[in-house]
């Protein structure tokens, strides 16, 4: 079976604070992907990064980082120096080799909350 | 340069009314998807298109819900006699298959549908 988990409900910081949203899965899979998705309150998904389950290497873009670990089975993401514009619903998503199809197992997201 | 597009964007409904929900995908995707997400939750699967063809679905998609992709264009999401546990965002997506990788799913802005 295949499972994302995001223990994290709710996280509330004040502008430029760092903050990372946790990530954990489960999977049989030795291939497989995962991704971060943001839903700003508009509704729609943003696609953020994918990584495949070979490629351990964090990644910087901007503000956003991801931290990758196996042996943890985590794929955690940092926004350092949070914006207002930050906020929003963050969902880590998990796609195993074996499903054929692409689909996406989601977490149930993490409600980041941004204050002035 | 258009992404997924979701019509209607909101609908509201009577217990026991047919419902149709129409998908748009980016042109050049050949796959795409359907979840559906409640409040508070991530998104789930309903149900995998590759071109034409319906290649798989969840078990959470009843005999009451049936999908469509004809000619591997537009999908069209059909929900028959709808019941008031049936109130969830719908949310499309699309890909392009790559080889030998899972490719990025791209979602459209959903249809939120309230059933009373």
């Known amino acids: 079976a295949q499972k994302v988990t995001q223990a994290q409900t709710e996280i509330s910081v004040v502008e430029k604070e760092d903050v990372t949203l946790d990530c954990v899965y489960e999977?049989?899979?030795?291939?497989?992907?995962l991704f971060w998705y943001k839903q700003p309150p508009s509704g729609e998904l943003v696609f953020l990064i994918r990584r495949n389950s070979f490629d351990e290497q964090n990644e910087i873009s901007g503000r956003y980082s991801w931290n990758f670990q196996k042996s943890t089975s985590s794929f955690n993401f940092t926004i350092t120096a949070s914006q207002v514009v930050d906020s929003a619903v963050y969902f880590c998503?998990?796609?195993?080799?074996?499903?054929?199809?692409?689909?996406?197992?989601f977490g149930q997201g993490t409600t980041l909350q941004v204050k002035p | 340069d258009t992404g997924v597009s979701q019509n209607p964007r909101h609908k509201i409904t009577k217990r026991g009314q047919n419902v149709t929900f129409r998908c748009d995908p980016i042109?050049?995707?050949?796959?795409l998807y359907w979840y559906r997400q409640t409040l508070g939750q991530g998104p789930e699967f309903l149900t995998y298109?590759?071109?034409?063809?319906?290649?798989?679905k969840s078990r959470l998609l009843s005999d009451r819900f049936s999908a469509e992709r004809p000619k591997g264009s537009f999908s069209t999401l059909e929900i028959q006699r709808t019941e008031q546990g049936d109130s969830a965002m719908y949310l499309c997506a699309s890909s392009q298959t790559l080889a030998g990788g899972t490719d990025t799913q791209y979602f459209g802005p959903g249809t939120r549908l309230t059933v009373l």
């Open positions: 998503a998990l796609s195993g080799f074996s499903s054929n199809t692409g689909k996406l197992i």
């Open positions: 042109s050049e995707h050949n796959r």
């Open positions: 298109f590759q071109n034409e063809a319906q290649l798989e």
């Open positions: 999977t049989r899979d030795t291939t497989y992907y």
